[in-house]
């Protein structure tokens, strides 16, 4: 296997980008206070995009995905994400297991 000199660098070049735009952030919200309706509004990233990911596989699969999804939409409005993404994902492993 050879690689290209051009494609080597343009890896790296994109890693070193993606690396730069993620620490970024990090490095700007140091910066900023958070309180109020911008603290609402960053906190409610997380369910809205788990909630994007789940959504079209509550639509296109099978009914235990479907009661899954619901099962994990309702559990992020009141538990931690990785709680409510377990729970999801015991929920559908058992209702396959069951037949459903």
Do not use: Q
Request: glycine fraction near 4%; aromatic fraction near 4%; include cysteine.
């Amino acid at each position: 296997m050879t690689v290209d000199f051009s494609t080597l660098v343009a890896i790296i070049a994109m890693a070193a980008v993606t690396v730069l735009t993620r620490l970024s952030g990090l490095v700007l919200m140091w910066h900023v206070s958070l309180e109020g309706s911008r603290r609402k509004a960053i906190e409610s990233i997380p369910p809205a995009v788990l909630m994007a990911v789940v959504a079209p596989t509550a639509f296109a699969t099978g009914i235990a995905e479907t009661i899954a999804c619901a099962l994990t939409a309702i559990a992020a409005l009141r538990l931690p994400m990785l709680f409510s993404v377990a729970l999801g994902v015991f929920c559908v492993a058992l209702l396959r297991a069951a037949g459903i």
